[in-house]
């Protein structure tokens, strides 16, 4: 099955600063990606990147595409949602609706208003009268409405309260993942979108860190729950974390631990979190703490 | 979806967001004519140069001077007040997007730089100017209607000389067309440029093109074997007032002003034409190319800046 995005050794420096650092995955069709990575990891120049927004070296294909060359034919095919979106607050919605449905040629108005219409937000109700939560509701109803094999979601629900971040995942399940298209979702709340991922990008400083799918990662990293008193000797086989259980500790470890420390405690299902703070801390953090 | 459908969507984006403001800019000129018009009861003593001047009431004119004196006057209002918009507009249209943080809902659509750019500039510079000219145009027809039905009865209007009127006003939509036009190309630079540097430099712009433009006039030019800026600049300003204002229908009227009413509305048309090549025959100079250059220049920034909009 052809990889709806393909990077190889991809790139991108603004001045000084690696934003992105030789990153290479792929992403096949049917998935749910998670981008996870800190404030300035690269996960948003990352996804400029792949709409064509933004220049980067190596190699890139997004829908067979080259995102630089052919940004607009790639936004044409595509659904995306950018960090910063927000909506014009002049607009009605359903002046955003006849825009969109003049400017995207893969988009039907009609499903728009239906999807609108799941919503609380009226049709002729203006932007700038919204709620945040509202205000994101109506764009992803508005990509949603794209028939696109790919959905780029750049951090779309930061700062919305619990519920709207609740409507904004049920409307993107029921109404956009069919297990044919794929989306690439980053995110800082990983606990809530643990269940929906299907596959894991995880971005450290520009560089890519792990890129796995949930079952790997589970075959992969294993997490040990352990008694305090045997914190000595589950440090001494080099966990890649260690961190605290409600029951006790615990210890994160890139592949099985050896036979003698998984005999000192039982093994736990890694969280994503978990598997994140690991990989993600900073080096210097890790050698202060001994790890 | 072909290109121009997207284009003409950018173009109903602009017509959305600014329609109520331009909306009272085309309907603003004809309701304050007919205001005057309604209250034009008596003629006006005005003192001249020391000298007392009487204006007879607009009524007391013939019908066909009535109504190209409302035309001329609501025009020219309208004139006023779009040239007033637009170049108070300019320079925050170049950061609207940016300002109300919608830019990146707007690039995300599939839509290039050249036209999003294109749109904004052609909608505000050129389509919106022209509806309000045009809606000025048609609006002193009314003021005309109403002046006369109010002070002189329905059936004056009634015989004035239609198909003359009619032609005139043809031929005079299309001049105010051509002319701005003509004057938004060579005013581009200026224009373009201004926007450029509101997009680019935000608030520093107005500062940043004052100076330059002072500097250039004031200290550059006399350092140089041929002053430049200053030359440019009123060139372009010259032309511009040109193709807006049709100098030679001035020298005109005081030619058609010894011929009668009937003949002077006779050869208006032509005037109009002659006046508009004459205008049109100015785009044939290396100066219009330059200023073209320097529109263009602009444009790029716009595009540019857009394309790098963070």
């Excluded at chain 1, 659904?79 to 009605?92: F, H, S």
């Excluded at chain 1, 799941?118 to 919204?130: F, I, P, Q, Y």
């Excluded at chain 1, 890139?254 to 990989?279: I, N």
Aim: hydrophobic share 50%.
């Amino acid at each position: 099955m052809t990889p709806l995005i393909q990077a190889q050794g991809l790139s991108l420096r603004y001045g000084a600063k690696q934003a992105l650092d030789d990153l290479s995955f792929t992403v096949a069709p049917g998935r749910v990606v998670g981008l996870l990575g800190h404030n300035g990891a690269g996960k948003t120049s990352l996804m400029k990147a792949l709409v064509g927004l933004q220049a980067a070296q190596g190699q890139l294909s997004v829908l067979g595409l080259t995102p630089g060359q052919d940004r607009v034919a790639l936004l044409e095919q595509l659904a995306y949602i950018p960090d910063v979106a927000i909506l014009p607050g002049w607009a009605r919605v359903s002046q955003l609706i006849t825009l969109v449905a003049g400017q995207h040629p893969r988009f039907s108005a009609e499903r728009a208003r239906a999807l609108i219409r799941r919503t609380s937000v009226g049709l002729e109700d203006k932007v700038k009268n919204l709620s945040k939560g509202m205000v994101v509701q109506v764009h992803l109803a508005l990509v949603a409405a794209i028939d696109a094999r790919l959905m780029i979601l750049d951090e779309p629900t930061l700062g919305l309260d619990v519920l709207s971040r609740k409507a904004f995942y049920e409307l993107l399940l029921d109404e956009w993942c069919d297990g044919e298209r794929s989306v690439l979702i980053s995110t800082h709340q990983i606990e809530e979108i643990e269940t929906l991922l299907s596959d894991v990008l995880m971005l450290n400083e520009g560089r890519l860190v792990l890129s796995l799918s949930l079952e790997d990662i589970d075959r992969r990293f294993v997490a040990l729950g352990h008694d305090p008193t045997a914190a000595d000797a589950v440090a001494a086989a080099h966990p890649l974390l260690r961190y605290r259980t409600p029951g006790g500790s615990a210890a994160l470890f890139d592949g099985a631990p050896p036979p003698e420390v998984a005999a000192l405690g039982q093994r736990l299902r890694p969280s994503l979190v978990d598997l994140f703070v690991a990989l993600t801390r900073r080096p210097e953090i890790n050698r202060n703490q001994g790890l | 979806m072909d290109r121009i459908a997207r284009f003409r969507s950018l173009l109903l984006r602009e017509w959305m967001q600014h329609r109520t403001g331009w909306l009272v800019l085309m309907v603003l000129p004809s309701l304050l004519m007919a205001l005057l018009g309604l209250f034009d009861g008596q003629g006006v003593d005005l003192q001249v140069g020391g000298s007392q001047v009487q204006v007879d009431q607009i009524s007391s004119q013939p019908m066909v001077l009535q109504s190209l004196g409302w035309t001329v006057a609501t025009t020219g209002l309208a004139l006023l007040l779009v040239l007033l918009t637009v170049l108070g507009q300019l320079p925050g249209l170049a950061r609207r997007d940016r300002q109300d943080r919608s830019i990146e809902f707007w690039r995300s659509l599939p839509t290039s730089h050249v036209q999003a750019v294109g749109a904004t500039v052609l909608m505000h510079l050129l389509l919106l100017p022209a509806l309000a000219l045009t809606a000025a145009l048609l609006g002193a027809q009314l003021v005309t209607l109403l002046s006369t039905v109010v002070h002189q009865g329905p059936l004056a209007w009634l015989q004035q000389p239609w198909s003359l009127l009619l032609g005139s006003l043809l031929v005079a939509v299309a001049r105010v067309w051509l002319g701005l036009l003509m004057a938004v190309l060579w005013l581009s630079p200026l224009l373009l440029l201004t926007m450029a540097a509101s997009a680019w430099l935000q608030r520093w712009a107005l500062p940043v093109v004052t100076a330059i433009g002072v500097l250039g006039a004031y200290w550059l030019d006399p350092r140089l074997p041929q002053p430049l800026l200053g030359p440019a600049l009123r060139r372009i300003g010259t032309e511009a007032l040109y193709a807006l204002i049709a100098p030679d229908l001035f020298d005109g009227p005081r030619h058609l002003g010894q011929l009668d009413v009937a003949e002077t509305l006779a050869r208006l048309p032509l005037a109009m034409l002659q006046d508009g090549a004459r205008v049109v025959a100015s785009a044939a100079t290396p100066a219009f190319m330059a200023a073209l250059l320097g529109g263009a220049l602009g444009f790029a920034l716009l595009v540019l800046r857009r394309q790098r909009s963070d």
